[in-house]
T-cell receptor, first 116, second 114 residues
Framework: AQKITQTQPGMFVQEKEAVTLDCTYDTSDQSYGLFWYKQPSSGEMIFLIY??????QNATEGRYSLNFQKARKSANLVISASQLGDSAMYFC?????????????FGSGTQLTVLP | EAGVAQSPRYKIIEKRQSVAFWCNPI?????LYWYQQILGQGPKLLIQ????????DSQLPKDRFSAERLKGVDSTLKIQPAKLEDSAVYLC????????????FGPGTRLTVL
């Protein structure tokens, strides 16, 4: 079984500063994918960034980057130059390659608040 | 391109009543998912359809929950009878073909059971 752990229920960051949201995972699969989603108060899950287990470089998408440390089984999300619109719930998720592990498994989320 | 549509957005019912949610996926997406998101938790997969067939319903409480996707396009999730612990947001998502494709989520239906 695969598991995602997000240990920060809430985080605060000053506007224009960078923030790191923590995510650790556990899986027996050798091939897997790691995702980060943003969920604003409107409820929709918005895909942010993806990292494959065999990708040698950390994924980046605009102001989002994923700090992937395979040996430590961590996949932290870094948001640079925070904006007020970044205030939302952030979920880390993973997907394995075989059987039921192919389904997305989500962590419990981190509520990020960007302060003006 | 239109996104995943869901209705209603909000629903309040008494326990033991029944309720139904509707989802219309992105056009051309063969795979449709229903997730349950309890407050303070991440979404949990209830059921996955590939076209009009069920791929995975291992976490669906089948004594009270049912879902169908008769024509392989839109889908309905039903709860009968509802319990207090069913209060949650029900998210629908779709992907082009299988779980390895990116999933696009709808806005969700927030259910409150009193």
């Amino acid at each position: 079984a695969q598991k995602i752990t997000q240990t920060q229920p809430g985080m605060f960051v000053q506007e224009k500063e960078a923030v790191t949201l923590d995510c650790t995972y556990d899986t027996s699969d050798q091939s897997y994918g790691l995702f980060w989603y943003k969920q604003p108060s409107s409820g929709e899950m918005i895909f942010l960034i993806y990292q494959g287990s065999y990708d040698e470089q950390n994924a980046t998408e605009g102001r989002y980057s994923l700090n992937f440390q395979k040996a430590r089984k961590s996949a932290n999300l870094v948001i640079s130059a925070s904006q007020l619109g970044d205030s939302a719930m952030y979920f880390c998720a993973m997907r394995g390659a075989t059987g039921s592990a192919r389904q997305l498994t989500f962590g419990s989320g981190t509520q990020l608040t960007v302060l003006p | 391109e239109a996104g995943v549509a869901q209705s209603p957005r909000y629903k309040i019912i008494e326990k033991r009543q029944s309720v139904a949610f509707w989802c219309n996926p992105i056009s051309g997406h063969a795979t449709l998912y229903w997730y349950q998101q309890i407050l303070g938790q991440g979404p949990k997969l209830l059921i996955q359809f590939q076209n009009n067939g069920v791929v995975d319903d291992s976490q669906l409480p089948k004594d009270r929950f049912s879902a169908e996707r008769l024509k392989g396009v839109d889908s309905t999730l039903k709860i009968q009878p509802a319990k207090l612990e069913d209060s949650a947001v029900y998210l629908c998502a779709s992907s082009f073909r299988d779980p390895l494709d990116e999933q696009f989520f709808g806005p969700g239906t927030r259910l409150t059971v009193l």
